[in-house]
């Protein structure tokens, strides 16, 4: 079993931080591992859509297909992979501190069935620090925008 959680502040409004980070069309700016995105379903995000990634993780290419289970504008994502050996949902909420500074936070929640009992700690903790690596890069694009 697979839970991690990152969070980190961001000196933007929760607008501007929440609405870039959401749209998937972003991820391979800040998200490291995503080396593609297709729509599956008609933009914007929304209850339903669904969109296809490729990413690497351990050296390796894998496809997967989130599908927004949860979207609360400004607030809430909810993403799931339901099929494949990749089973976990990713939430990303925002909080605003004030005006100007957000805080965000990934969670992450599975049971990956392409890592052994033995193999799942190591990938949380693959999975945890490439998660806050991300979201440093998130608050470095932002914040220099």
Known sequence: MISIRNEIEINKPIL???????????????CKKVISIQWKTAKPIQLNSKIAYKSKFLGQLISYTYEVVFFEENKKLMLKIKE????LSTTFA???????TTIMTITTIGKPKMFSTILSPFASAIMKQRNKKDLKKLKETLENK
């Open 94 to 100: 925002w909080n605003s501190i004030d005006e100007n």
């Open 16 to 30: 501007e931080v929440s609405n870039y980070a959401a749209d998937p069309n972003n991820s391979t700016k800040w």
């Open 84 to 87: 494949g050996l990749l089973p």
